[in-house]
């Protein structure tokens, strides 16, 4: 298994412009999320999927989109990066509900946003 | 809602010593899980330990141990025998039951310095 696979690692970004992080895991879990993490500061949750066609927003989901078309792509769409997105980006997966099993992230996305 | 507080944003300990990390939780739920995870300076979040409420007995990972006490809704993690690679951030994290919104709660982390 290849777990929760993000692309890219590393992103440069102009004010104004748009781009789509992409997320992937191949565990087939039923949960998914975004949370974005800020220098020497926790996650905070974006957005999150419970099963495909279901999202629902988090703590901070202003700027960003998602979708869920099937159980293993959740991407995380911004619609005009702003300077206050530069962030870390980081997708998770879980089964849903109440189980012992923990919560798997990615490797992240550094993201700049100049 | 559910809320997790670590209320130490910074901790050292001197290697091979022990350290305790803090984490508090508010709920009004009987039954949950309670994790920590670690994130080395290569961002990668680890699962070191994690705790099912409804067991009494305190989870143990080798050098990783917690004190769980439902009472008074505390999941402390204790490093014993402190390496210089335990140096990171660790986030103490609830999940809950609910099969239709947020499952996971992560608190603020504590940095934690292992000092040689």
């Known amino acids: 298994n290849a777990g929760v696979t993000q692309t890219p690692k590393f992103q440069v970004l102009k004010t104004g412009q748009s781009m789509t992080l992409q997320c992937a895991q191949d565990m087939n879990h039923e949960y998914m999320s975004w949370y974005r993490q800020d220098p020497g500061m926790g996650l905070r949750l974006i957005h999150y999927s419970v099963g495909a066609g279901i999202t629902d927003q988090g703590e901070v989901p202003n700027g960003y989109n998602v979708s869920r078309s099937t159980t293993e792509d959740f991407p995380l769409r911004l619609l005009s990066a702003a300077p206050s997105q530069t962030s870390v980006y980081f997708c998770?997966?879980?089964?849903?509900?109440?189980?012992?099993?923990?919560?798997?992230f990615g490797p992240g996305t550094r993201l700049t946003v100049l | 809602a559910q809320t997790v507080t670590q209320s130490q944003p910074e901790m050292s300990v001197q290697e091979a010593e022990t350290v305790t990390l803090s984490c508090t939780y508010d709920t009004s739920e009987s039954d949950y899980y309670l994790f920590w995870y670690k994130q080395p300076p290569s961002r990668q979040m680890i699962l070191v330990i994690r705790?099912?409420?409804?067991?009494?007995q305190n989870a143990t990972e080798n050098r990783f141990s917690v004190n769980f006490q439902k009472a008074a809704k505390s999941f402390s993690l204790k490093i014993s025998d402190s390496q210089l690679g335990d140096a990171a951030m660790y986030f103490c994290?609830?999940?809950?039951?609910?099969?239709?919104?947020?499952?996971?709660?992560f608190g603020p982390g504590t940095r934690l310095s292992v000092l040689p």
């Open positions: 994290a609830y999940r809950t039951d609910d099969n239709y919104g947020q499952n996971f709660v």
């Open positions: 998770a997966s879980s089964y849903a509900g109440l189980k012992i099993d923990e919560q798997f």
């Open positions: 705790q099912e409420a409804y067991k009494q």
